[in-house]
């Protein structure tokens, strides 16, 4: 096998994975801690099985133009085209306090892990799926999205 079909197939069962986690999520009561960490921990395992057959690649730095696109595709729906937000479906992301108060990987793992309708710290009352109900979005991708999100934040810090 050459090593761009390797790298096909390790990325179709990372997606696979990835997928069969969110469907397990989702039947144990995803948003529940006990069993979105037992989630988690599963896709980290698969996640590192994946990585220990292919080579380490090196880190590449997030791109806020690529998380843009993808923004657009995930996100926009309930977070608006520009990140201003929905009524009663997504917040604000360009004044966004908890999303400007997270980390980089925080937020990455937020996204990645969404929030159910009736967690506690959930305004809006509306599910935030995980990954933006975009299961083939990968952690480079998220990383782009946050890259896209800071900038929105930072724009509207700067008017």
Known sequence: MTAHSNQTTANIRLAL?????????????CGQNSDASATS????????????????????????????QLFATACATCHGPE???????????????FAAGLSDSKLVNFI????????PLNT???????????????AQDISDIV??????HQVTAAK
Do not use: C, F, W
């Open 17 to 29: 994975m990835v997928s069969a986690g969110i469907a397990l999520a989702s039947l144990t009561g």
């Open 124 to 138: 809006t009352h509306v599910p935030m799926p995980p990954k933006g109900g975009n299961p083939a979005l990968s």
């Open 83 to 97: 990140g201003q937000g929905i009524p009663h479906l997504g917040k604000d992301l360009q004044t966004s306090q």
């Open 41 to 68: 921990s599963a896709l980290d395992s698969a996640s590192e099985q994946t990585a220990a057959a292919e080579p380490a690649a090196a880190p590449v730095a997030p791109s806020a133009e690529h998380g843009k």
């Open 147 to 152: 890259a896209y999100v800071r900038q929105l």
């Open 112 to 119: 990645t892990q969404g929030r159910a309708a009736d967690d």
